[in-house]
């Protein structure tokens, strides 16, 4: 088993308690709304949301991906922070045994916030991941995160 480990970070205008609750905390009432064409649903399968839940996002029809199943490891509003293991789905197929990510969001000089994401992937034996692979998870990550950006700026009294 080998486990690559990559960072990223993004920013914001939008402040980080708003998009840590609007992206995190209610991620399964708003981004199926918010994005229906790429997510049915997201489903709390055990637990309350937070620590020690898990959640499965069923993708929308013609997706490449049917379902994914990830346990909430931490889910911690004062520090802002988040972290989950993805544990079943087609996104890890035969080549990974899961991918854990760690998410931290911190106020940026201009009122906005910085995301920062640590994400681990632990592959099956000797497979090597591919960075196409890696790079179309994230473009769907961003892609989630930017929708919810554009639905906190247009409505800047949700998720005060």
Do not use: W
């Not at 055990?46 to 490449?64: L, T, V, Y």
Request: net charge negative; proline share 4%; aromatic share 8%.
């Amino acid at each position: 088993m080998g486990v690559t480990t990559l960072t990223d970070e993004y920013t914001s205008p939008v402040a980080p308690s708003r998009i840590f609750k609007a992206s995190i905390v209610d991620s399964h009432n708003l981004i199926p709304k918010l994005l229906p064409q790429a997510i049915k649903s997201i489903e709390i399968t055990q637990g309350d949301g937070g620590a020690g839940s898990i959640k499965q996002i069923n993708f929308a029809e013609g997706s490449p991906l049917k379902c994914v199943k990830y346990l909430v490891d931490e889910l911690n509003e004062k520090t802002l922070t988040y972290s989950y293991t993805l544990v079943e789905g087609d996104a890890l197929a035969e080549k990974l045994e899961k991918i854990s990510y760690e998410v931290k969001f911190e106020q940026s000089g201009d009122g906005g916030s910085i995301s920062k994401v640590t994400s681990k992937y632990f592959t099956v034996g000797d497979f090597a991941l591919k960075e196409d692979e890696v790079k179309a998870g994230k473009e769907r990550v961003l892609g989630m995160y930017k929708a919810v950006e554009a639905f906190l700026i247009q409505n800047p009294d949700a998720y005060v």
